[in-house]
């Protein structure tokens, strides 16, 4: 079976990947490019990766392309604390879209409940909602500890913690539990100007 797995070159989504390469999935890598330090370090964890099971050649989609448009507009909206929402929203869309067009029958994500901002119950309801694909979340219940042995013990840990820029996009307070109401509309408004499709 084809899935298509969100990959960062943080601890969590080559884990993830790693889990779901041992259950027998054939995987495509899809990375948001932001620069060119953290595209190298994708690559190396894809190299590393690939010795665990079927792994297909990475996807790289520009963020700055991509994604940057409605950053650019949610600030102008008043809307910035919604940025990271957005972000995984749009990375999840774009998973769903190349795997209607490679056949693929789920989605993969490092997502672990309520680590961060964009991973809280609500968020991953609103984020669930790009995809009509099935989103497989194989660290969810796993807390970080769990997910650092793993990634120790199959050797991406080290190119993981490897120093790279933040993300240039993420606000002062992101919105932790987000209202699909509230995102639908701000997501109609992007539609109507154009920046979402």
């Given at each position: 079976?084809?899935?298509?797995?969100?990959?960062?070159?943080?601890?969590?989504?080559?884990?993830?990947?790693?889990?779901?390469?041992?259950?027998?999935?054939?995987?495509?890598?899809?990375?948001?490019?932001?620069?060119?330090?953290?595209?190298?370090?994708?690559?190396?964890?894809?190299?590393?990766?690939?010795?665990?099971?079927?792994?297909?050649?990475?996807?790289?989609?520009?963020?700055?392309?991509?994604?940057?448009?409605?950053?650019?507009?949610?600030?102008?909206?008043?809307?910035v604390k919604w940025t990271c929402l957005f972000c995984?929203?749009?990375?999840?869309?774009?998973?769903?879209?190349?795997?209607h067009q490679i056949g693929a029958k789920a989605i993969?994500?490092?997502?672990?409940?309520?680590?961060?901002?964009?991973?809280?119950?609500?968020?991953?309801?609103?984020?669930?909602?790009?995809?009509?694909?099935?989103?497989?979340?194989?660290?969810?219940?796993?807390?970080?500890?769990?997910?650092?042995?793993?990634?120790?013990?199959?050797?991406?840990?080290?190119?993981?913690?490897?120093?790279?820029?933040?993300?240039?996009?993420?606000?002062?307070?992101?919105?932790?539990?987000?209202?699909?109401?509230?995102?639908?509309?701000?997501?109609?408004?992007?539609?109507?100007?154009?920046?979402?499709?």
């Open positions: 079976m084809k899935a298509v797995a969100l990959l960062s070159s943080g601890i969590d989504s080559p884990v993830a990947i790693y889990l779901m390469l041992r259950k027998g999935l054939e995987i495509t890598p899809l990375n948001f490019r932001q620069s060119p330090k953290k595209e190298s370090k994708v690559m190396e964890l894809y190299e590393i990766l690939r010795r665990y099971g079927k792994l297909n050649e990475p996807i790289f989609v520009d963020a700055y392309e991509e994604q940057g448009p409605v950053f650019s507009k949610l600030a102008e909206l008043g809307k995984k929203w749009t990375m999840v869309r774009k998973a769903c879209e190349i795997g993969v994500t490092g997502d672990s409940l309520g680590q961060v901002a964009s991973q809280t119950l609500d968020n991953l309801a609103i984020i669930s909602s790009a995809s009509d694909l099935p989103i497989l979340r194989p660290l969810i219940g796993m807390d970080k500890e769990e997910t650092v042995r793993i990634a120790k013990e199959i050797g991406t840990f080290e190119v993981s913690i490897k120093p790279e820029e933040p993300c240039p996009f993420v606000p002062k307070y992101p919105i932790v539990r987000g209202s699909l109401g509230e995102f639908l509309k701000i997501k109609e408004g992007l539609v109507r100007e154009g920046v979402l499709r």
